[in-house]
């Protein structure tokens, strides 16, 4: 027997993560990555789909909504730390389990990288001259160092908040999160009040009608779902939430409304106001625009708004920085990488290996990003994202399914509705139709980014294989299966998880169901 | 931006109230209320202690209902069937006829078989609108704690609910024997029903 096979157990149970985040705290380690997402997106997407951005908007919501119940039903059923990464081993095993893991790994360091330099981007809203300040070198032309340092210096930050402790970080997300969630409703209820004219939304609509391009639609509708990420952070979290199965049902499926609020609000808002036109070449600030034209309040909304989305964004690169360090701790739990990085602060009680040096690939992203020119460094962020998002959804997707038939005993606090029930042997199995179409939905998404994302399409197959061929190499030399799988106590786990999130009806009536089917196969044995 | 584009954005810039922006931000502010309302009403925390007894009877698959086909015996018919609904447990309902000793068990007794069927009828009527898995069995036995104890081996019953007539209660066989045999010699939990004197019938 091997070493990690000696002791499959490890990876939940005896993780040591302090479970201190709240109801609220959930909600926003979610929110901090999709509201974000909004501040960027409304602009592109209005930009490519133009007056049918609404449709847009909630085309990719339906998607969305798909990719969050999934989210949420695992989430409830496996509160622990990993997300999209451990419901794929739970369901398909060691390897895809690492693909998954390797995919969003990528999404939360681009994560980390992306909205540092956008946050950073806000804030020179007050000090125009920082960002144009160019420094050339070698091949490296127009490298605009400022931005670049403060977009470091803000990931270095987050860091040590990160490794000080859950509790400090939760806490500026909770605040700021507050604070972006009452300014953005103050600016769609004013504006749909004082603004807001419907004969021009319909205008663009049927202006959009007369001259439909599908390929637009498809670009923005494939912008408008990068904001997948904020429902992967609340489970990322869920092993340092408080009642875990209890609260993430809550939090996941309010942000899912939350965000569908803001998205079709924000772009029905945008078109009920200005022209599409008016978005062209102001893919940065959009909300800041927008806030800009609304009557009474426009005369304090672009610096307003430049605060609003320099801090939204910089929770968005904190929530990026806590769900890498989680992830990566939990794929050292499960034997995808070192065990190195399964150490735990001794004092904070916080994986600070894994906080520091997968930041550090942010920082290091951040930096080859501006290398490429100023103008680049967003865009070329912007287009590894989707690319891991999806293939990590996907792979949850089929999770899902196939964890339905292979482990119906795990107590579901929420079930992906719309299941077909099927009578197996005595058992009695929900197969969810939902989970299906949106591994379609998502399939689509993954090939429309390869055959459209230029950078993406190369970038992001480039860290799967550079990770796969670190994962072989470790495996080999712990003489663990590169392909297969190691024997895992789950039902072990999953009473250890479940007892230590407090969870205890949900244990019981696991218990139960383990009872029920060890005395029916004894029965069948006689 | 083009010189259209600023024209138009200056136009658009102007306070304008409508109706329809007016019900969308009312419906928008409710929504996000109600939203917010019901994410922070969490259920409260259920303890330990209190999980493990609420779910001890989950396990609970199969209960045995002895009937004699009397009211107070089709009652405890209904309370196994409320008791097996969460965990959707099956319910074996078994009437037992004693035979005497001066017969063999095989004996033909065509009245008490009769007697069986109507009362194991009601009782799986009673079980129907529950909608839960039944079957019914007429057991033979010497005395009807015996009987029930056979049944409930065979069929590895987790449960056994029975009805008690009160002392007293006349036209029916008493259960004080019957009572003491499940309480001294069952291998499975037992619940027994006795309905007070003046409601028996």
Redesign the interface.
């Known amino acids: 027997m091997t070493e990690a096979s000696a002791a499959p157990g490890r990876g939940v149970a005896e993780s040591g993560l302090r479970r201190d985040v709240t109801?609220?705290g959930s909600?926003m380690w979610g929110y901090a990555d999709v509201g974000a997402d909004i501040y960027a997106a409304l602009g592109l997407v209005i930009a490519s789909a133009q007056g049918g951005a609404v449709a847009a908007f909630a085309f990719a919501g339906l998607v969305y909504i798909m990719i969050g119940l999934a989210y949420t039903e695992l989430a409830a059923t496996y509160p622990v730390a990993g997300g999209g990464q451990y419901f794929a081993l739970r369901g398909l095993g060691d390897f895809w389990g690492f693909v998954a893991g390797s995919a969003l790994l990528l999404d939360y360091t681009i994560d980390i990288a992306l909205f540092a330099v956008a946050s950073s981007g806000y804030i020179n809203f007050f000090f125009p001259a920082a960002s144009k300040i160019t420094v050339s070198f070698g091949p490296f032309h127009e490298v605009a160092i400022v931005w670049c340092l403060e977009a470091v210096v803000l990931v270095i930050l987050l860091i040590l908040l990160n490794v000080k402790g859950m509790r400090e970080s939760s806490l500026l997300n909770e605040v700021l999160g507050a604070i972006d969630i009452v300014s953005e409703?103050t600016i769609?209820?004013?504006g749909?009040?004082?603004?807001?004219?419907?004969e021009?939304l319909s205008f663009q609509w049927h202006q959009q009608l007369a001259h439909w391009n599908w390929r637009q639609f498809a670009y923005g509708a494939s912008l408008a779902i990068i904001s997948f990420v904020g429902l992967e952070s609340i489970s990322q979290a869920a092993q340092e939430t408080r009642?875990p199965a209890?609260?993430v049902p809550?939090?996941s499926i309010?942000l899912i409304?939350?965000v569908f609020?803001f998205a079709t609000?924000f772009s029905?808002l945008s078109l009920?106001?200005?022209?599409w036109?008016?978005f062209v070449?102001r893919e940065g600030d959009p909300v800041a625009m927008l806030a800009h034209?609304?009557?009474?309040i426009?005369m304090v909304a672009g610096p307003f708004a430049a605060v609003l989305g320099a801090t939204i964004l910089l929770i968005s690169a904190n929530s990026g920085v806590m769900s890498a360090s989680r992830l990566t701790f939990s794929m050292s739990r499960f034997h995808f990488i070192s065990e190195w990085f399964d150490v735990v602060h001794p004092k904070y009680r916080t994986p600070a290996r894994t906080i520091m040096i997968f930041s550090g690939i942010g920082i290091l992203q951040i930096i080859l990003a501006f290398l490429a020119g100023r103008d680049r460094a967003l865009e070329i962020l912007g287009n590894m994202y989707a690319f891991g998002a999806s293939t990590g959804y996907l792979l949850v997707f089929i999770a899902l399914i196939k964890l339905r038939f292979t482990d119906p005993f795990s107590p579901r606090p929420y079930k992906v509705p719309l299941n077909i029930q099927i009578h197996r042997k005595g058992m009695t199995y929900e197969f969810p139709v939902l989970a299906v179409i949106g591994t379609l939905g998502v399939s689509m998404i993954l090939l429309m980014v390869v055959l459209t994302h230029e950078i993406g399409r190369i970038a992001g197959p480039s860290w799967i294989i550079a990770c796969f061929i670190y994962y072989a190499i470790y495996r080999r030399k712990k003489k663990l299966p590169v392909f297969g799988a190691l024997p895992h106590d789950w039902e072990g786990q999953q009473q250890q998880v479940l007892?230590d999130a407090?969870e205890?009806?949900l244990?019981?009536?696991y218990?139960?169901?383990l009872?029920?089917r060890d005395?029916a196969r004894i029965?069948a044995e006689q | 931006?083009?010189p259209a584009?600023t024209m138009?954005?200056m136009a658009?810039?102007?306070?304008?109230?409508?109706t329809?922006?007016?019900i969308?931000?009312a419906c928008?502010?409710s929504?996000?209320i109600t939203?917010?309302y019901?994410?922070?009403h969490?259920?409260h925390?259920?303890?330990?202690d209190?999980?493990?007894v609420?779910?001890?009877l989950?396990?609970t698959?199969l209960i045995l209902v002895p009937t004699t086909g009397a009211p107070y015996s089709q009652r405890g018919v209904e309370l196994a069937c409320r008791l097996a609904e969460e965990?959707n447990a099956s319910i074996v309902l078994v009437f037992v006829i004693e035979v005497p000793r001066t017969l063999p068990l095989g004996a033909p007794l065509e009245n008490a078989e009769e007697e069986a069927r109507r009362a194991l009828e009601v009782g799986r009527q009673v079980v129907a609108l529950h909608g839960l898995p039944v079957r019914s069995i007429i057991q033979r036995a010497r005395t009807a704690g015996d009987g029930i104890i056979a049944a409930a081996a065979d069929h590895?019953a987790d449960l056994i609910v029975t009805g008690l007539a009160s002392r007293g209660d006349h036209g029916h066989p008493g259960w004080g024997h019957t009572a003491d045999t499940l309480l001294h010699r069952a291998s499975c939990e037992v619940i027994f029903d006795r309905v007070p004197p003046d409601t028996a019938s």
């Open positions: 109801v609220w909600y409703s769609i209820i004013i749909f009040i004082f603004a807001w004219r419907p021009l009642r209890t609260i809550r939090t309010s409304l939350t609020f609000a029905s009920g106001i200005l022209p036109q008016a070449g034209s609304i009557p009474y426009g007892e407090e205890f009806d244990l019981e009536r218990r139960a169901a009872a029920t005395r029965d | 931006m083009s584009v138009m954005l658009y810039v102007q306070p304008h109230t409508s329809l922006g007016v969308v931000a928008f502010a929504a996000m939203v917010m019901w994410m922070f969490v259920p925390p259920v303890s330990a209190v999980a493990r609420r779910r001890s989950d396990v698959r965990q590895r």
